[in-house]
T-cell receptor
């Protein structure tokens, strides 16, 4: 009964390939996020979606394309992978009804991407 | 950039209270203080948050100064499993989907 799940957990691939990471949450949340944690352990937001609408799109190469088929899923597709894309990618979700004060984000276990 | 400043590392003996400080001198009136932690190789985990009053839950207590420019996370009886990186984050709730802006955090090492 994992709250936020990601697949795969590990992904090793060659430069230039296209890959996808899937994220699903069973919490009934309306907002989902993708964060990237690089080798220096800095966690940075990439995207956020609220009710399937893109809210945040940080300075991320357009090789990265998030797709939200429904409120429970936010997948990350990466084209033409580069060495610098190697990192751990975390998906998260939260419930963002205005006026609530909870809004804590629940994170998935992460996907470790290694580009060779 | 993160709006918070934390010491890079702290040590704590098992069973003792761990007090983790955080400075957020530029915090706005509508911004909350959140604490998360990241245990090695896992996703960040929510601990607690507050606006201006002190807060307590089953994991920790949060003490916010009256001027809201700093706060302290207290783990009352630290265990070895509390060894992690602790992040203090200020976040506005005015817009849905607002991201968490992580700084470098404090690496807490709990030893027996």
């Amino acid at each position: 009964d994992t709250a936020v799940s990601q697949t795969p957990k590990y992904l090793v691939t060659q430069m230039g390939n296209d890959k996808s990471i899937k994220c699903e949450q069973n919490l009934g949340h309306d907002t989902m996020y993708w964060y990237k944690q690089d080798s220096k352990k800095f966690l940075k937001i990439m995207f956020s979606y609220n009710n399937k609408e893109l809210i945040i799109n940080e300075t991320v190469p357009n090789r990265f394309s998030p797709k939200s088929p429904d409120k429970a899923h936010l997948n990350l597709h990466i084209n033409s992978l580069e060495l610098g894309d190697s990192a751990v990618y975390f998906c998260a979700s939260s419930q963002e009804n205005m006026g609530r004060v909870e809004n804590e984000q629940f994170f998935g276990p992460g996907t470790r991407l290694t580009v060779l | 950039d993160a709006k918070t400043t934390q010491p890079p590392s702290m040590d704590c003996a098992e069973g003792r209270a761990a007090n983790l400080p955080c400075n957020h001198s530029t915090i706005s009136g509508n911004e909350y203080v959140y604490w998360y932690r990241q245990i090695h190789s896992q996703g960040p985990q929510y601990i607690i948050h507050g606006l201006k009053n002190n807060e307590t839950n089953e994991m920790a207590s949060l003490i916010i100064t009256e001027d809201r420019k700093s706060s302290t996370l207290i783990l009352p009886h630290a265990t070895l499993r509390d060894t992690a990186v602790y992040y203090c984050i200020v976040r506005s709730l005015n817009q849905a989907g607002t991201a968490l802006i992580f700084g470098k955090g404090t690496t807490l090492s709990v030893s027996s």
